[in-house]
């Protein structure tokens, strides 16, 4: 088994307590293991470097180095046939391969569970799977690592983030004077049509006003106070 770090994307308010429900549910079911397998899922290495090829396990249980067996396997991409290059049988053991030579070291370390590897001058023909095989008794689980390595044989260009930031700040600065633009604009236009509605609705009253005449004056004398 072996474990890669993503992140999880944040949960909604309204949902979170239904979310930790459905967690604890998930982790009720789940096996539980107490051996696990830390790698890098996938690696790209420059043709004819060197390269560090990462395996770290954890256990409940303190290795016992007569017990303890590890195994390293390369497997081609379009084959299903594993290779073994390395294993520890009370004691690390490099095998010779016509494939890699003497070009793999086991760079880690025991006392820190570090099973590690180097793979120097890496050719186009060392691309694809590396496994790494973990037995630490009295855990019964067998650990699993599983490295992709791509061979490439030119690195892409370095970003300059600075130029990216600046540019980003930029455009955002952009949009922002954009928006606000448009939201002062709107507002304009809102008040200038509020006051064309307010004329247009004087206009049409003092319209009634004068086509009632007479009886619209007569009945503002008949509120006027009585004289004494």
């Not at 004819?48 to 396997?73: E, L, P």
């Not at 855990?139 to 892409?156: A, C, K, S, W, Y």
């Amino acid at each position: 088994m072996h474990f890669t770090l993503q992140e999880r994307n944040k949960t909604w308010m309204p949902a979170i307590n239904l979310s930790i429900v459905g967690l604890v549910v998930y982790i009720m079911a789940w096996p539980v293991s107490s051996m696990d397998v830390l790698v890098h899922n996938q690696i790209n290495v420059l043709n004819g470097t060197m390269v560090r090829i990462q395996c770290i396990f954890t256990s409940c249980y303190k290795m016992d180095v007569n017990k303890f067996a590890m195994n390293w396997t390369y497997q081609e991409n379009t084959n299903e046939t594993e290779e073994m290059f390395m294993t520890y049988k009370k004691g690390m053991m490099p095998l010779r391969t016509d494939r890699f030579s003497d070009r793999v070291q086991f760079v880690g370390n025991l006392e820190k569970n570090d099973l590690s590897i180097t793979l120097s001058d890496v050719q186009l023909s060392d691309e694809g799977v590396y496994n790494c095989y973990v037995r630490n008794p009295p855990d019964r689980i067998q650990g699993h690592g599983i490295i992709n390595m791509f061979v490439v044989t030119e690195l892409p260009p370095p970003r300059d983030s600075t130029i990216a930031v600046a540019i980003g700040a930029s455009v955002g600065g952009a949009l922002a004077l954009l928006i606000l633009s448009m939201v002062v604009v709107k507002c304009i236009r809102r008040h200038k049509k509020q006051e064309l509605i307010s004329d247009e609705q004087k206009m049409e009253e003092e319209g009634k006003l004068d086509a009632e005449g007479g009886p619209e004056e007569g009945t503002k004398k008949a509120f006027l106070p009585e004289d004494v």
